[in-house]
Nanobody, 126 residues
Framework: VQLQASGGGSVQTGGSLRLSCVAS????????VGWFRQAPGKEREFVAV????????YYADSVKGRFTISRDNAKKTVYLQMNSLEPEDTAVYYC????????????????????WGQGTLVTVSS
């Protein structure tokens, strides 16, 4: 499956953005989909994930309560709604597909993910 992330941009502290990850090829419903981010000079880190079934979602502690992940299998799209953005959220955001996760299972390690999108830049200014 190929993934295309979009929706990044520049906002001020407290603002909101919605990222989209559109899939092509493959069977979208066969993948759990996660979002990761990489800030300048830092390692890539897990942000959020949603299971194949949509039943299970999981968030990094740093974004819990502010970010919401959702998916529309008919549109082959996963969304990441980001509210109350902080400068610490500044990073390139990547979506990734995990073919190994069973129906309601999710993984948070980047090594569990098979396919990656190209990334979209989010900049939050104070």
């Amino acid at each position: 499956v190929q993934l295309q992330a979009s929706g990044g941009g520049s906002v001020q502290t407290g603002g909101s953005l919605r990222l989209s990850c559109v899939a092509s090829g493959g069977t979208f419903g066969a993948y759990a989909v996660g979002w990761f981010r990489q800030a300048p000079g830092k390692e890539r880190e897990f942000v959020a994930v949603i299971s194949r079934s949509t039943v299970t979602t999981y968030y990094a502690d740093s974004v819990k309560g502010r970010f919401t992940i959702s998916r529309d299998n008919a549109k082959k799209t996963v969304y990441l709604q980001m509210n109350s953005l902080e400068p610490e959220d500044t990073a390139v955001y990547y979506c990734a597909a995990d073919s190994k996760a069973w129906l309601n299972v999710v993984h948070t390690r980047s090594s569990d993910y098979d396919s990656w999108g190209q990334g979209t830049l989010v900049t939050v200014s104070s």
